[in-house]
């Protein structure tokens, strides 16, 4: 199963569990990496390995559980204020990527060689090797997607988003080799602008989409996102914050569309309804047997 994801993989869990972690593509977004204190962090392939490799902050969905900051806070004494807060074995993580960049290696070959160190059998795929930036466009001026998101909380108002070098970035190729080969597509609850646009904005991707039988769960309950910016993000680019937005963002490739049990949607795909909220991994995993039985993967 190939498997397009931001950052909050919370579906992760339960199709590891469900479907088998060695059956698992996960195709990530990369728009969102930005350089802290040197090194490349990678915000979406990082929380997807560490999901996997059962050790996320489970509380935000980032980072590692029970990390510390010892180097973030000692950085901060000495004049230096990172914009984003690293805790002290996730910036191992990051430290091994860049060296292992500088020693010639594309990001997906280090995203490999970082999966195989944590134990984890899935495949995990950055959308790109080349570089992508997600601004964020405020009445202020413009952000990228971590200053808007981590250091400003999110608060200022968006009046658009774009994604800096997307008309020049190209899938890998192992990235269409995997579309190319695996039918079944699933779209994870993620923010479908800025997690799952980008992956989509690379030349030829909804053109392989459209000849998949593609499915998404809806990261939208009523009129309002299940965490983060995403209402903000598709109100700038002209969707509504419903099941209806969500079902448009994917209209030209959707086969499926998987809403909350207390939402109703008319439209020319099906419309699965269940308890869409993820509150624990029990709930990951109901959802992961929902999708099984109901589409027979």
Known sequence: MLILSGGTPKLLP?????????????VVNTAEDVYVSGNLVCPDVDSVIYTLAGLIDRERWWGIAGDTFHTHNALKMRGHDE??????????????????IRRG???????????????????????????????????????????????KRGEPEVLDVRFDGIEHARPTKAVINALESEHEVLIGPSNPITSIGPILGLKGIRELLRGKE??????????????????KL???????????????????????????KSDELDVDVEVLKTDILM???EDSMRLAMFLRDSLAW
């Open 14 to 26: 339960g199709l590891k569990r469900v479907f088998g972690e060695e059956n698992l593509i996960i």
């Open 279 to 281: 509150r624990s991994e």
């Open 234 to 260: 598709m109100r700038a680019k002209g969707f509504e914050v419903s099941p209806y937005g969500i079902y448009r963002c994917y209209a030209d490739f959707l086969d499926v569309l998987v809403i909350d």
């Open 83 to 100: 914009r984003m807060m690293i805790g002290d074995t996730d910036r191992a993580t990051h430290i091994l990527r860049t060296e292992l």
């Open 214 to 231: 593609v499915v998404a769960v809806s990261p939208v309950v009523g009129n309002a996102p299940v965490s983060g910016p995403a209402g």
């Open 105 to 151: 290696m594309t990001l997906t070959e280090a995203t490999c060689e970082l999966r195989t160190r944590f134990g984890i059998n899935a495949g995990i795929l950055p959308m790109t090797d080349e570089r992508v930036s997600t601004r964020i466009i405020t009445p202020d001026g413009e952000l990228h997607f971590q200053e808007f998101w981590v250091t």
